[in-house]
């Protein structure tokens, strides 16, 4: 297997959704995804839950239609983190899981803590995936992290109490 760094990335667009997600959680990005080097494609791949589902993409291609906001260097593999969420690969999107999010965002707006009550286990959203992979791969404090009610902006915040 592969031992090359797992990098985690946060990227933004210009549709309405994607301006929500960054107005409501004061971010410059509004979408996560997992990056890592393919051994097989010989190339970046980009592991990312969007409105197609969960799916696996060149990174080259991906950032043809995205806006790259900043790319984070794990400095390790994420190999089981991996194998964990290519379970999902080819499921369809958590739009419920989404709407779900907007509920956690509300209640931080009004100094509550709610978890998502929306969540579905057969399939994901973008924070979401990142999180299942970072807890399953036993990284340091992911644990804490509810991969339901994450937002990319808190894994943002995660990530950079960690560097």
């Known amino acids: 297997m592969e031992t090359t760094t797992t990098r985690i990335g946060f990227s933004t667009s210009t549709h309405l959704l994607s301006r929500l997600i ?57 190999n089981q983190g991996l194998v964990h969420v290519s379970q999902w690969i080819g499921t369809r999107y958590d739009g419920l899981g989404m709407i779900g999010m907007g509920m956690v965002l509300l209640g931080r707006i009004l100094k509550r803590r709610w978890a998502n009550p929306l969540g579905a286990s057969s399939s994901l959203f973008c924070s979401e995936a990142i999180v299942r992979a970072l807890i399953a791969d036993g990284f340091p404090g992911a644990s804490a992290l509810d991969p339901e009610s994450t937002s990319p902006a808190d894994l943002m915040v995660f990530l950079s109490a960690r560097q």
């Open 22 to 78: 960054r107005h409501l959680t004061r971010s410059p990005a509004s979408h996560a995804f997992l990056l890592y080097w393919d051994e097989d494609f010989k190339r970046d791949m980009v592991l990312e839950a969007n409105g197609k589902g969960f799916n696996l993409i060149p990174f080259d291609l991906f950032q043809r239609i995205n806006t790259v906001v900043e790319v984070r260097d794990l400095g390790r593999p994420l």
